[in-house]
């Protein structure tokens, strides 16, 4: 079993910036998955979940990919060490606002397109205001 746990949600101002964390824990994730696939995705109000970015850990050399929408504006990183991701989001838009995921998977994810993940963790908000 992995759980993963996000943080650094907050309520912000346009343009600011700020980072999420998430966590993971799990016999299955230190034995099989820090050679895989995290992502980060995010739901807004009224609309469906949508990936944000990847990241390939391990053997996947770190790769990472990005949706068209954060691509420039955020930077998502991995420590094996902590067993942690990060999300660094700069020049937040109010359609940045949302509950953000963080995710895992069992195998690489190779391009920039939608993949199903078969971990999931709460979710953590965060709010751009105008």
């Known amino acids: 079993q992995v759980e993963l746990l996000e943080s650094g949600g907050d309520s912000v101002q346009v343009g600011e910036s700020l980072k999420l964390s998430c966590r993971a824990s799990?016999?299955?994730?230190?034995?099989?998955?820090?050679?895989?696939?995290m992502g980060w995705f995010r739901q807004a109000p009224g609309k469906e979940r949508e990936w944000i970015a990847y990241?390939?850990?391990?053997?996947?050399?770190?790769?990472?990919h990005y949706t068209d929408s954060v691509r420039g504006r955020f930077t998502i990183s991995q420590d094996n060490v902590k067993n942690t991701i990060a999300l660094e989001m700069s020049g937040l838009k109010p359609e940045d606002t949302g509950s953000y995921f963080c995710?895992?998977?069992?195998?690489?994810?190779?391009?920039?397109?939608?993949?199903?993940?078969?971990?999931w963790g709460q979710g953590t908000q965060v709010t751009v205001s105008s």
């Open positions: 995710a895992a998977r069992r195998l690489w994810c190779l391009d920039s397109i939608p993949y199903d993940f078969t971990y």
């Open positions: 990241i390939n850990g391990g053997r996947g050399g770190g790769s990472k």
């Open positions: 799990g016999d299955d994730f230190e034995t099989k998955l820090r050679s895989h696939c």
